[in-house]
C-alpha cells in the first residue's frame, strides 16, 4: 500500500487525511494517510502532504525538528498546498522563510490576501474542461515556474504547478470534496515511483 504522511508541525492536518483517504479508496488503491512530526518518519513515507497554515511557524519548526535535510532528500512524492507551496520553492520573497527548493518555483506570498482574506475562485486545470472550485485563504502565488517544472493551475495568476511526483497549489484542495488533484497527484506518483 502507499503510506501518505501528512506533516502536522503546523496548519490543516486532518481534512488532508480525510480527502487522502477518499482519494486512495475511489482510485482503488490500499494505503495508510497519517500524519507525522518527526524527521524520522519521513523514511517510511511514499507521499508527504505539506499543509496549509503559516509558512513562518512551519519554516521555524521544520528547522527544530531537523528536517529540511531528510524532505530534500526525499524520494517520494510531495503534496504542497497553500504555506507549503510557499516552502517546497526555489525561491521566496519572504526572507524569513528559508524555502526547500525542491521545486523550480519562486513563490509570492500572501500575494492574493493583499486584496482580500480568502475567496473561492475558479480554477483552471491544465487538460481538464471542468473548473476547480479553489478556496484561497491568504493564499500565495507562483511568480515564475522554471524549466524543471510545469505550471498546471491557472486562476488569473498560475496558481499549481508539478514537477516529477510533486505538486504545488496555492488554493486548498482537500476542502470542498472535489478530489481531481488528489487523484491527480496519486496517478503521477505511481507514474514516477523510483525502483526500490
Ligand atoms: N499566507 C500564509 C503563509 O504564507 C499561507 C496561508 C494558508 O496556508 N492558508 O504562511
Do not use: W
Amino acid at each position: 500500500g502507499i503510506n501518505i504522511g501528512v506533516c502536522a508541525l503546523q496548519g490543516d492536518v486532518s481534512e488532508h487525511i480525510t480527502a487522502f483517504e477518499a482519494a486512495l479508496s475511489a482510485s482503488g488503491q490500499e494505503g495508510e494517510v497519517f500524519s507525522f512530526r518527526r524527521a524520522e518518519d519521513i523514511s517510511r513515507c511514499d507521499a508527504i502532504v505539506l499543509p496549509g497554515g503559516e509558512s513562518t511557524t512551519i519554516s521555524r519548526l521544520l528547522h527544530k525538528n531537523d528536517m529540511y535535510g531528510p524532505l530534500r532528500a526525499f524520494r517520494g512524492g510531495i503534496f504542497a498546498t497553500c504555506a507549503g507551496m510557499v516552502l517546497i520553492g526555489r525561491e521566496i520573497d519572504d526572507p524569513r522563510i528559508e524555502p526547500l527548493g525542491i521545486m523550480d518555483i519562486t513563490v509570492g506570498r500572501n500575494a492574493f490576501g493583499r486584496q482580500r482574506d480568502s475567496c473561492e475562485m475558479a480554477v483552471t486545470i491544465t487538460g481538464d474542461e471542468k473548473p476547480f472550485c479553489g478556496y484561497f485563504i491568504r493564499a500565495p502565488v507562483i511568480i515564475s515556474v522554471g524549466p524543471e517544472a510545469e505550471p498546471l493551475c491557472y486562476a488569473d495568476h498560475i496558481v499549481g504547478a508539478v514537477q516529477g511526483p510533486h505538486m504545488a497549489l496555492s488554493f486548498h484542495p482537500e476542502l470542498g470534496g472535489d478530489l481531481r488533484l488528489h487523484l491527480l497527484f496519486l496517478e503521477r506518483l505511481g507514474a514516477y515511483k523510483v525502483a526500490p
